[in-house]
């Protein structure tokens, strides 16, 4: 006969997320586990993200620590598969290894390794007795506590088995060197400002510096990253500083003085805006050769402080996708497959050729195409099985693009989430999110997670 639970913890008692927090995890998960109330912290916020618990090696206050264990707790009610995700993003932003996750009926453990997320062991929690001494082997407090060393900022000598995480992590320096990636294609209407900032808030939750920049006329990304928030041309809190005076002013108007911190998702990134009033300046920039290299040296300036600088660019082959192009490193080419849209990679391929001129001018690389990215697909299953793989096989072999393996399907989520607005008195006040926070266990999230963890790759190799 099985062992009981202690009688103050009863899975059945668990009628709500709190209840599993204090009867299950507080009074005897932990205690089990032999986490004592100084090794452990509830409802904390760090790194950007909100979590139900986390397991250190010491007080939060302290410079350098080591972070242990996640465990988050759902309603009795949740699917525990819908927070799997989220939990996923949690382990890797923050360089956690281990995560339990429990709703008071069921308990999981899982373990990343290398951004995957893989299920160790799940049982009903009326069963946590029989399977404690097995948790305990993989996450109890002294097994995690005296199974590894871990690396200090201050004795880089230190060898570890386990992720490490320091209170430094978001604004140290990285050894890694920034990548600038254009997305870019002559035709418009094929979701190029939806792939930047999902793309872009893909990239943030995994724990990525980012900047995007805003280099269209139309500032769609500028309005779908929230930065519009007042009501009429009056109150124009964008025109007297954004990437005009960027690309105007060579001693003038430095980036981190014209970037806007967007709330379009969490953890938040960084905007250069644009303007509608950029067309009017185009005549300016042809005429001066200075102004198409002047992203380049600007970004230099900012190089450590980012990781991945995003420019979301015109559908056009004016003088703002030349300098788009020019300062990028990569190319990603978003694409709804459709006639005009693969007609218009030609153009494509043209303008990349004679930008590479430009840039073995400049004594820089060619720039390096991605590939292009199937969006706003279809999702009719016909159309996917029979018509979607005939489409993209026409990329390779007629245009000579490379093709990404993640597709962006056409979804209302994505549409509803940049859409959203907030009342503010009389005022319909624009408050876009990313579906990532609108919806993250949606299909259309995940589609963009794994946008992000190929774009990660390709750019590491």
């Known amino acids: 006969m099985h062992e009981k639970l202690p009688t103050f913890f009863n899975p059945g008692q668990c009628r709500n997320e709190s209840e599993v927090e204090s009867k299950f995890i507080v009074h005897y998960l932990l205690p089990a586990l032999g986490y004592s109330p100084q090794s452990w912290n509830q409802e904390i916020t760090f790194g950007k993200f909100r979590l139900d618990f986390l397991a250190v090696t010491a007080n939060l206050l302290n410079q350098q620590h080591q972070l242990r264990l996640i465990l988050e707790a759902k309603h009795p009610k949740q699917n525990l598969d819908r927070h799997v995700r989220k939990l996923r993003n949690y382990l890797i932003s923050l360089d956690v290894r281990y995560g339990l996750l429990t709703n008071g009926k069921q308990l999981r453990v899982y373990e990343q390794e290398n951004e995957n997320l893989n299920l160790i062991l799940q049982f009903p929690c009326s069963e946590t007795p029989i399977y404690i001494e097995a948790i305990k082997g993989l996450v109890g407090k002294d097994k995690l506590y005296t199974s590894s060393q871990f690396t ?25 060197t920034m990548k600038v990636i254009a997305v870019y294609h002559n035709k418009g209407g094929v979701g190029k400002t939806t792939t930047v900032v999902n793309l872009a808030a893909a990239l943030s939750k995994k724990g990525k510096r980012i900047l995007v920049i805003d280099l269209d006329s139309q500032a769609n990304t500028t309005f779908a990253s929230g930065l519009i928030k007042f009501h009429d041309e009056t109150s124009d809190t964008i025109k007297g500083s954004y990437i005009f005076h960027v690309l105007k002013e060579r001693d003038k108007y430095p980036i981190l003085e014209v970037v806007r911190k967007s709330c379009f998702t969490s953890p938040e990134f960084d905007v250069i805006p644009s303007h509608i009033d950029l067309m009017e300046h185009e005549q300016e920039f042809i005429q001066t050769e200075q102004a198409r290299t002047r992203m380049v ?17 015109p559908p056009s082959l004016n003088v703002y996708a030349r300098i ?42 060619e720039l390096k195409v991605l590939g292009v990215l199937p969006t706003k697909l279809s999702t009719n299953p016909k159309f996917v099985q029979y018509t979607l793989p005939k489409m993209e096989e026409t990329i390779s072999s007629r245009y000579g693009f490379p093709l990404l393996k993640s597709r962006i399907f056409e979804r209302q989520d994505v549409s509803k989430a940049v859409e959203r607005f907030v009342e503010i008195g009389d005022l319909d006040i624009p408050d876009p999110c990313s579906v990532l926070d609108h919806k993250p266990d949606s299909q259309a999230a995940a589609e963009f997670e794994q946008l992000s963890t190929e774009i990660l790759n390709l750019i590491s190799e």
């Open 152 to 176: 200090s900022t201050s004795n880089p000598s230190r060898t570890t088995n386990s992720k490490v995480f320091t209170l430094l992590r978001f604004t140290s320096k990285t050894e890694e």
């Open 297 to 313: 040296k600007k970004l230099q300036s900012v190089k450590d402080l980012y990781d991945i600088v995003l420019i979301d660019t």
């Open 324 to 365: 788009a192009l020019i300062a990028a490193d990569y190319l990603i080419i978003p694409s709804d497959l459709r006639p005009f849209a693969n007609e218009g990679l030609r153009n494509v391929r043209n303008f990349v050729e004679d930008i590479n001129t430009f840039r073995e001018d400049m004594g820089r690389e």
